[in-house]
């Protein structure tokens, strides 16, 4: 179906095996970025490479790579009442009928 995620979101899962690993190297990271792109991946999982060393090479490949996926959703600007509580401003209530 042309255009299917116009529609609906579109997912992606690794295959649990050893090639997940190399999936994160930075010799293939760009390509996977790239194939991301073009499929218009919305999400990841439930197989996903979570277990990568924090600092490490690949966990920084795969924050990028969870940084390019997805939407992305931007409010021009927040508003907030000159009346609100202190503790309200920094955890304002949010109206889920919206």
């Known amino acids: 179906m042309p255009d ?6 579109s997912g992606r ?3 649990p095996s050893d090639s997940l690993n ?3 190297d930075s010799s293939f990271i760009d390509q996977l970025i ?13 197989n996903t490479p979570a277990r ?3 600092d490490g090479e690949q ?3 795969l924050n990028r790579f969870l940084n390019t996926i997805g ?3 931007v409010g021009p600007q927040a508003v907030t009442s000159n009346f609100m509580k202190k503790a309200e401003r920094r955890n304002p209530p949010l109206d889920s009928s919206i």
């Open 34 to 46: 790239d194939q991301a792109k073009s499929t218009h991946v919305s999400w990841l999982g439930p």
């Open 71 to 73: 939407y992305r959703f």
């Open 4 to 9: 299917f995620w116009k529609h609906a979101p």
């Open 13 to 15: 899962e690794f295959a």
């Open 22 to 24: 190399s999936y994160f």
């Open 59 to 61: 966990q920084n490949n």
């Open 52 to 54: 990568f060393p924090k």
